[in-house]
Structures are given as structure tokens and as C-alpha cells.
């Protein structure tokens, strides 16, 4: 895995918390030594000794003699849960090849053999301790770091143990070898390529343009084809030697864990490294990325790509500043920050209104290593470019001139203090995950973690009388010292293009702007929806106690109080029958409500007013139309809880189909169905979608004049149904007492007057799986990428044995793809089984093999899948170690599952509609420790039956 490092600002002022022995570890039967440190006045000051800001009071940081430093943080969210982390400050930007890839391909091979761990066995050590591979082992190289990954399922002592003897190993103890380096050189090409496409090449493309004077190869952290392939040992093992030492390297733990006992397994893995001899020059080394040359006069620069939408963009670039983290440039970058989210909030409303002229817009600043770039940016309809071109720049441009409204700031100020409160409340719980992520960020930028605490009160401090003049003069400043850089991609063409963009740009310059008008909005007026509601009826499920209360109009409220996320409270709706709800003669239907629904507002407000009217509160607004039904997740807090309720109950009962929601959908739809076929992946969910549904046009998507004939009066009805039948079922879990949401409950939806049908579960039928036949599909995108997909027709959840059975099937499978595929062959990078058992349509389900690959090993990939095939229907070819990996993992998620709010959210927002679901998941340990390795083979040669599958091939066009 590679990322692209944005080191953004945060939105708010903090980087910081919103707060057997295994076989190759080492022998801990004799007494450890008592750790050492060097010694300190202030451990702070091993992190951030420019800085006036306050360290984390619950981070424990420590510096090994060696220079090694570890962070610590002890936390019970989830209980019984550790994570480590592993940073070594060392990323492409060190590399010193013509073209990039080593830092990346030494990533990898850490998988690959060190000294006390062979070949192949540390992933399969990790999955049989219950870690699944990429869910709980990852790594990222960025431009200036690589960072290794272990979520430990456990908080036992042995497994964190293994955890940093691992990490020991990929710190000092990699082997390099060139046969093992070969092998990999097959996987770390297959993920450069996955990364090749319109995207990819348009963002190389704008690298270039924005950043002359910048070395290009230090922008693409996932390196290049010619980078992997000059990979050999010597370059890995100069990177490693010279990079990964002590000094540059910062162990991050946080969870269920012992202080004193981590410290001590710390000392003993770690304090035996030895620095190299020329530590100082190793560590002090910065990257050379090149000088930036700074835009003196405004300039322009075209990309073409068919399947890209027109978007274009104003970038001004200055030399980075490389600020230090502290109070005064935190204050500095707020206002920055603030002004940003005023002008992103004005770009968006402009282009609501815009009707057929721009899609999306946006701002946003950011600052790397090597530049300063800000940028406001606009997707816009094709065939008017020019007029959404400069619709930007005079919205750009009034901003800039005329400066942001004081009723702008306050309301950005309401929002950040509500979110800060909010987190205050949160930090007791804040995940362990998070914070270890957080920690691992905020050391490699040499920023400070901060408390939710502080940060709450240094907001109070320095903003609670912030003036409108400073925001803009903030905003101003980022606009400064530079020309524009416009950049526009585009489908086709045209003459002169560079010429014609600086012309449209500065005939727009040439346009008068007025001031900007903000519009006063008060509270929500969707207060009253009827008498309050009674229950009528209520139950508790055995497993969980998950209340359970029907109202007299047949709303269903299941309730579940959980102290996971303190201060926080999570609600779910469904409504409605799903796909039944929708014509299967109308294409595209769900997808027009997904993208106009919401857009289109309601009767009292449009969408842009609404989100003004909600400023200062957690409320979300958000419906999605799915297989079991119209549904809405969304996260709150105790004090918004009916305030949340009452946004959806009022798009249910009053919608108001605005003209801007149809527009956007269209106007969206028109730039956006250029990229359907700009990737395989692309193509599988349009085109296979509906071929896996014998053709029903509720999934998938047809013909660009199909789908833009959808429109409101196809939907009204369909809603009209829906808000007065239903029905209706709300989940409510989290951090409140079961009267608040009752009460909250009963004012909104317990109120309304229409009598609703009791939720229950069904299957939709009519829906068939495909007969076998080969599929042949193109795409548009990278000329050398293939996906090759076997699907075999199973059934749906009904048998939940049989849905666990196939479940650990789909984990062997992959085992054994991984092993043939990506480490035998080095043809993929990420070979995945997949097994479906519908919960919505009758009978439907499948079970699968899927690769991205070369064009060349297509057929080779085949026979491998084909190979799978007959291998498992031989009783005895199924081990247990297959079957222990496979499980492990599964067990060890589910068991920690009720020790956070996943599990019960899920399992609360079909409480009374499908029970089976809390049933299975009481039995679900039973059930898969009872299946075995001859169960899985029965399974194979039941479903997995040669010449029955679907197989799909998604080539080049």
C-alpha cells in the first residue's frame, strides 16, 4: 500500500487525540531487565522542543539510548485490543534512482524473510494468532515515511510480543534476498499498475505542471514500471542501511496494555540495535526535492482523457514554509482554515444554483515538503465550460475582494466549538486505532498531539471574538505572492487550448463583482409532526438486551445503551421495501434518488440553506436507496438526537423536489458516465452488475439517454408509498439513557398520524442467478490491466451454517491465491475470494475468485482458478492449518465486536425486521468451530462445480 501525503492542516486546531509461545519469538522465561532511558527533564522535549504547545497528558514518550523513540498510550476502546505501529522517517523522496519505487519495494519485503523469520512465514504466524491479512498487517510508504501496521485481536501478552519481535525484524533483521526480491517484483508492479489509468495519468500530468523545478520522481511514492523494474538488492539494501537505523525510527503502542510490561518487551526487542557509525549524517538527512519555480505570470495547461470530466482549476504555488508547530502558527492556520471552509461553502452554493453550468466546486489548502499550493476548482458541464470557468474565478474573486461576512465566521465558529465540545466528551473513548494513527501522523510531521482539552480552551482564548476583517485578511494572505496556474482536463481537444483558457480567464477578470450577500437563517422549523407518540408494545432480546418498542402508529424504535463512545449516539432508519418499492422497467431509479433526493431539499429549505440552518450541531443529512430499503446512518450526540430525527422525518413527509436537485443530477450524470468505462472495476459495477442479475435494470446502469430520462415524477409516488405505509424501524445506540430516545422517537416519527406496516423481513423474488457463460467485457483504461472474476452460484442466508461453511471456504481460497498468484507467480498484488449470501433476494447467492493481472496472465490466472477447483474437492487437501488461518481471523473480529458499537448499531437497526440476525451472531462461535476441514470439501463439490461458473473478463478495449 502507498499513500500521496497531503500534510493538511486539521479543520480545527489539533493534529492531536480527539482522544503456544509462538514458535520465532523470543524466549521470555528469564527475568528482563528494568528498561533505561536516557535521562530527561522533559520527555516532551524528545518530540517537540520548538513548540509552546502541551503534550498529550495520557502519551507516554520514551527515547532509547540507541535514539530509537516509542510512544505509548494506555486505552480500553476497544478493551482487550492492541495496536502497534512501527515509523520509520523514510520515504521515496530519499530514494536516489532516475525513477522511484525502492522505498516502496523495501516495504514489501518485509513480508519476505529476515533473519528469524523464513520466507512466507510471517503472514501465516500472524493469521494463525487471528490478524488478517491487509485488515490487521499493512504498511504505507509515503513521500517521507514508511509506516508498518499490526492490529493485535488480543491484548495477550505472547501475541504482543511476537507484535514487536515482528517489528524488530522488519527494523534490522531483513534478509533481501535476490531470489525473494525477484518473486516480489511481480507483486509491487502489480500495484504500480493498479494506480495506472485517466486518474493517474492526469494527476502525473498535473505534478508536472504545478511544481517546475520539483524532482517529478519524488511526487509518486508508489514508484514507477521502470523504478521497479531497477530494483535490485543493492539499492534495497543501500535504502535499508542507510535509512532504517534507530534514530529515524519511532515504535507507537496504544490499547489494553500494560505500561510497565510494554516498556519492558520495548527494551528487550529494540535496546540491542546498534546505530550505524555514521548515525548523525544517516538521521540529518533531508530529501532533495528540487527548487520550486514560482509562477510570475499567469499560465495555463490542458490534459486530455475521454473518460474524465471537465473539471478546471486556479492553483496558486509558493515555497513551502515548513512551519513548526506551535500556538502562533496554529492561530494562523485556524483563520486560514476558516476562510477555506467560507469559500468551499460559497464555491458549493454556486454551483447548486447554477442549474446546467457547473457540477461541484470547491477550495482547499495544503502544504508539502517542497510547496505551499492552494487551490479552487470546479467540475463543470462540457459544453459551457467557459461560463463554469468563470462563474469560479468571479466567485474566487468577490471573495478575495470584497473579504468573507461576519455572519460566515460566527457560524464557522459555532461549528468548531460544537465539534470541540463534542470531542471533549469523546476523548475518554476515542479508539485505540485512532489514536494510534493519530500519534503515528503527528511524529512524522513534527506536529504536536494535543488534548481535546486544551484545544478547546486555546480555541476559547484565541477565537471567541474573531473578527470577519482578520478572517480575510488570512485568506487573502494564501492568495498572495504568485500568478495562477490553471489547469483544465478535459474529454476531447480544441485549438489553441492554452491560449483560449488564459483568454476566458482573464475576459472574466475583466467582470465586475458585488459584494457578497449572506442570507440569515434561524432555526429549524420542522419542530411538530403531530401528538406525541405512545408505545404500544415492547420487548427485549435475549442476547444483547436490545429494547425493542413498537409505537401505536407501528413505528419500531430498537434501543441499546452502550458507554463505547462517550458522548456520542449513533441512529439508523430504514424504510420502505427495497427493491420491491422500485419498477424494473426503470433504469437507474435508486441512482437518481441517491444523487437528486436530498439535493432537492425541502418544502422550507434548500439544501444549501439547510446545512446553514443546522450550523453548530451534529445532525447529518443523508438517505440511500438499497436492496432492503430506504436507509440513513448518522452519528450524533444526546443533545441533537431529536434534532436528527426531525431533518429525516421532514424529508420523509415533506420533500420538495427542487428544480437544483433534478439539475444536478443530470448535469452531474452527463460528466461523470465519461469515467463508467475508465477502469475494469468501473465497468464489473455498471455493465456485470445487472448481467449478474439476469438483466434487472435496478442494477447496474444502461445508456447515458436511459438514466438521464429519470426524473421526480417517476419518484413521487414511489416516496409517497413509502411515507404513508412504511414501514418504518429506527436503531438507536450509544451513550444516552432509553427515555431520551424514546421521548425523541415520540415527537418525530411516533407522532406522525398514518398507521404503518410492521416491519418484517422478506426475500424479493423473480431475481435469478445467470446460467453459466463467459463474459467478455472492455474497458477504457490502462492498456495492460485485465480483471478476471469466476463466480458459482450458492444460495441465500437462510442456512446459517451454510453461510459460515462457505464463508471459511472463501478464506481458503484465498489463502491459496495468494500463495499461487501473488507469491508463487508475483502476478497480482491482491488475489480475493468473495462469498454472498443475500439477505434480500430469494436463493441469490455466489461465491467467487477475483484478479487484477497483466493482459499476459490472464489465461495463466484462469488456470490457477481452475487448478483451486479441482484441488479442494479431494478429501484431505484441506488442512487444518488452511482452516485455522482462515477462522482465526473471523473469531477473533467477531469476539471483540461487542466491545464497541458496530456490532450493536448493526444488529439495532434490524432488530424486530430480521431477528435471525441476533440469533446468528449468539450461535456464531458454535457454528464455526464445529465446521472442519472435510465440511469445506463437501461445500467445493457442491458449489464449486466445473463448467457451472460465471466467468467474467474485463480486457483493453
Same mark, same amino acid.
Given at each position: 500500500m502507498y499513500i500521496i501525503r497531503h500534510l493538511m492542516a486539521p479543520a480545527l486546531l489539533s493534529t492531536g487525540l480527539v482522544f503456544s509461545v509462538p514458535v520465532y519469538a523470543q524466549d521470555t522465561s528469564a527475568p528482563q531487565p528494568k528498561p533505561t532511558f536516557e535521562d530527561a527533564k522533559d520527555q516532551q522535549s524528545?518530540?517537540?522542543?520548538? %513548540?509552546?504547545?502541551?503534550?498529550?497528558?495520557?502519551?507516554?514518550?520514551?527515547?532509547?539510548?540507541?535514539?530509537?523513540?516509542?510512544?505509548?498510550?494506555?486505552?480500553?476502546?476497544?478493551?482487550?485490543?492492541?495496536?502497534?505501529?512501527?515509523?520509520?522517517?523514510?520515504? *521515496?523522496?530519499?530514494?536516489?534512482?532516475?525513477?522511484?519505487?525502492?522505498?516502496?519495494?523495501? #516495504?514489501?519485503?518485509?513480508?519476505?524473510?529476515?533473519?528469524?523469520?523464513? #520466507?512466507?512465514?510471517?503472514?501465516?504466524?500472524?493469521e494463525r494468532a487471528g490478524l488478517a491479512f491487509g485488515a490487521g498487517t499493512n504498511a504505507a510508504t509515503t513521500l517521507n515515511s514508511t509506516t508498518y501496521r499490526l492490529s493485535l485481536p488480543s491484548a495477550d501478552a505472547e501475541l504482543l510480543d511476537t507484535a514487536l519481535f515482528i517489528m524488530r525484524e522488519t527494523a534490522s533483521e531483513l534478509t533481501l534476498s535476490t531470489s525473494a526480491i525477484d518473486r516480489e517484483r511481480g507483486v509491487v508492479a502489480s500495484e504500480v499498475r493498479g494506480n495506472?489509468?485517466?486518474?493517474?495519468?492526469?494527476?502525473?500530468?498535473?505534478?508536472?505542471?504545478?511544481?517546475?523545478?520539483?524532482?517529478?520522481? %519524488?511526487?509518486?511514492?508508489?514508484?514507477?514500471?521502470?523504478?521497479?523494474?531497477?530494483?535490485?538488492? %543493492?539499492?534495497?539494501?543501500?535504502?535499508?542501511?542507510?535509512?532504517?537505523t534507530p534514530g529515524r525510527t519511532t515504535v507507537v503502542v496504544t490499547g489494553d496494555i500494560d505500561v510497565e510490561a510494554t516498556e519492558a518487551a520495548i527494551q528487550k526487542h529494540f535496546a540491542d540495535w546498534k546505530r550505524p557509525a555514521n548515525a548523525e549524517q544517516l538521521d540529518s538527512e533531508e530529501p532533495d526535492f528540487g527548487r520550486l519555480k514560482v509562477a510570475e505570470a499567469p499560465r495555463a495547461a490542458l490534459f486530455v482523457e475521454p473518460s474524465l470530466p471537465t473539471v478546471l482549476s486556479i492553483y496558486l504555488v509558493k515555497p513551502s514554509q515548513e512551519l513548526i508547530d506551535n500556538q502562533q502558527n496554529r492561530i494562523q492556520n485556524t483563520l486560514r482554515r476558516i476562510g477555506i471552509s467560507i469559500l468551499k461553502e460559497r464555491l458549493r452554493d454556486a454551483a447548486l444554483a447554477s442549474h446546467d453550468t457547473m457540477v461541484t466546486a470547491g477550495t482547499d489548502y495544503y502544504s508539502e515538503d517542497f510547496a505551499d499550493t492552494v487551490v479552487a476548482s470546479a467540475t463543470v458541464a462540457t459544453d459551457k465550460w467557459q461560463d463554469g470557468f468563470a462563474l469560479l474565478e468571479q466567485k474566487l474573486r468577490q471573495t478575495l475582494a470584497y473579504g468573507v461576512t461576519q455572519e460566515e465566521v460566527d457560524r464557522q465558529l459555532v461549528n468548531r466549538l460544537n465539534s470541540l465540545e463534542v470531542a471533549v466528551k469523546a476523548e475518554e473513548t476515542i479508539p485505540n486505532r485512532a489514536i494510534a494513527n493519530v500519534l503515528v501522523r503527528d511524529v512524522l510531521n513534527e506536529s504536536v498531539t494535543t488534548s481535546s482539552a486544551d484545544d478547546l480552551a486555546?480555541?476559547?482564548?484565541?477565537?471567541?471574538?474573531?473578527?470577519?476583517?482578520?478572517? *480575510?485578511?488570512?485568506?487573502?494572505?494564501?492568495? #498572495?505572492?504568485?500568478?495562477?496556474?490553471?489547469?483544465? %482536463?478535459?474529454?476531447?481537444?480544441?485549438?489553441?487550448?492554452?491560449?483560449?483558457?488564459?483568454?476566458?480567464?482573464?475576459?472574466?477578470?475583466k467582470q465586475p463583482v458585488a459584494a457578497f450577500e449572506a442570507k440569515s437563517l434561524t432555526s429549524f422549523d420542522y419542530e411538530s409532526f403531530g401528538p406525541k407518540g405512545k408505545v404500544a408494545q415492547q420487548t427485549i432480546s435475549s442476547f444483547g438486551q436490545i429494547r425493542s418498542y413498537t409505537f401505536e402508529n407501528g413505528v419500531v424504535l430498537n434501543f441499546k445503551q452502550t458507554d463505547f463512545d462517550k458522548g456520542k449516539v449513533f441512529v439508523s432508519l430504514r424504510t420502505g421495501r427495497g427493491i420491491e418499492d422500485l419498477p424494473a422497467d426503470k433504469d437507474g431509479l435508486a441512482g437518481f434518488?441517491?444523487?437528486?433526493?436530498?439535493?432537492?431539499?425541502?418544502?422550507?429549505?434548500?439544501?444549501?440553506?439547510?446545512?446553514?440552518?443546522? *450550523?453548530?450541531?451534529?445532525?447529518?443529512?443523508?438517505?440511500?436507496?438499497? #436492496?432492503d430499503g430506504i436507509s440513513g446512518q448518522y452519528g450524533t450526540t444526546p443533545d441533537d438526537l431529536k434534532l436528527q430525527l426531525q431533518v429525516v422525518a421532514a424529508y420523509l413527509t415533506d420533500p420538495a423536489y427542487r428544480p437544483e436537485g433534478q439539475a444536478f443530477y443530470q448535469k452531474s450524470l452527463k460528466e461523470t458516465y465519461k469515467n463508467f468505462r475508465s477502469s475494469a472495476e468501473a465497468v464489473r459495477g455498471r455493465e456485470f452488475s445487472r448481467i449478474l442479475h439476469s438483466g434487472d435494470k435496478r442494477w447496474g446502469a444502461g445508456s447515458e439517454e436511459a438514466l438521464l430520462e429519470r426524473n421526480y415524477e417517476e419518484l413521487k409516488p414511489i416516496i409517497s408509498r413509502i411515507a404513508q405505509k412504511g414501514p418504518i424501524e429506527i436503531g438507536i445506540v450509544g451513550d444516552l439513557e432509553v427515555q431520551t430516545a424514546l421521548d425523541a422517537v415520540a415527537e418525530t416519527f411516533g407522532a406522525l398520524q398514518q398507521s404503518f406496516e410492521a416491519p418484517k423481513h422478506s426475500y424479493a423474488t423473480g431475481i435469478e442467478f445467470p446460467e453459466a457463460q463467459a463474459v467478455s467485457l472492455t474497458h477504457e483504461g490502462d492498456s495492460d490491466a485485465a480483471l478476471l472474476q469466476h463466480y458459482w452460484k450458492t444460495s441465500d442466508d437462510a442456512d446459517a451454517t451454510q453461510s459460515y461453511t462457505l464463508q471459511l471456504l472463501q478464506g481458503v481460497i484465498e489463502l491459496r491465491l495468494r500463495d499461487k498468484l501473488r507469491e508463487a507467480m508475483g502476478a497480482t498484488y491482491s488475489p480475493y475470494a468473495f462469498s454472498m449470501n443475500s439477505n434480500t433476494i430469494k436463493g441469490f447467492g455466489y461465491i467467487g475468485m477475483s484478479s487484477k493481472l497483466k493482459l499476459d496472465d490472464v489465461d495463466a490466472a484462469e488456470t490457477v482458478y481452475q487448478d483451486i477447483v479441482k484441488e479442494l474437492h479431494v478429501k484431505g487437501n484441506i488442512t487444518a492449518d488452511e482452516l485455522l488461518r482462515a477462522r482465526q481471523p473471523i473469531l477473533e473480529a467477531m469476539n471483540n465486536a461487542e466491545h464497541s458499537n458496530g456490532l450493536w448499531f448493526e444488529l439495532a437497526s434490524q432488530a424486530v425486521s430480521y431477528p435471525e440476525a441476533i440469533q446468528r451472531y449468539q450461535n456464531y462461535t458454535t457454528i464455526l468451530e464445529q465446521?472442519?476441514?472435510?465440511?469445506?470439501?463437501?461445500?467445493?463439490?457442491?458449489?464449486?462445480?466445473?463448467?457451472r461458473n460465471v466467468t467474467l473478463k474485463i480486457l483493453p478495449e
Open positions: 524528545y518530540w517537540f522542543p520548538e %513548540t509552546d504547545l502541551k503534550l498529550h497528558p495520557r502519551i507516554i514518550s520514551r527515547q532509547l539510548p540507541n535514539g530509537m523513540r516509542y510512544l505509548l498510550v494506555q486505552s480500553q476502546s476497544p478493551k482487550n485490543q492492541i495496536e502497534v505501529r512501527m515509523a520509520v522517517d523514510a520515504g *521515496s523522496s530519499l530514494e536516489k534512482g532516475s525513477e522511484p519505487g525502492a522505498a516502496h519495494y523495501l #516495504e514489501h519485503m518485509a513480508f519476505n524473510g529476515s533473519t528469524n523469520v523464513p #520466507e512466507g512465514e510471517m503472514v501465516a504466524l500472524l495506472y489509468g485517466p486518474g493517474y495519468d492526469a494527476l502525473v500530468a498535473r505534478f508536472d505542471y504545478l511544481y517546475p523545478g520539483i524532482k517529478q520522481r %519524488t511526487l509518486l511514492p508508489v514508484g514507477t514500471m521502470d523504478g521497479i523494474d531497477a530494483v535490485d538488492q %543493492t539499492t534495497l539494501r543501500d535504502f535499508y542501511e542507510s535509512y532504517y486555546f480555541f476559547q482564548k484565541h477565537f471567541s471574538d474573531l473578527k470577519a476583517r482578520q478572517v *480575510s485578511k488570512a485568506l487573502l494572505e494564501l492568495w #498572495e505572492g504568485a500568478k495562477p496556474n490553471l489547469f483544465m %482536463t478535459t474529454a476531447e481537444t480544441f485549438p489553441n487550448a492554452e491560449e483560449t483558457i488564459l483568454s476566458v480567464f482573464e475576459e472574466s477578470q434518488f441517491q444523487s437528486a433526493f436530498i439535493v432537492g431539499g425541502l418544502g422550507k429549505y434548500s439544501v444549501a440553506d439547510l446545512d446553514k440552518v443546522l *450550523s453548530g450541531t451534529q445532525v447529518g443529512v443523508g438517505l440511500s436507496f438499497g #436492496e465446521i472442519t476441514p472435510d465440511d469445506l470439501v463437501v461445500a467445493a463439490s457442491d458449489f464449486l462445480v466445473p463448467d
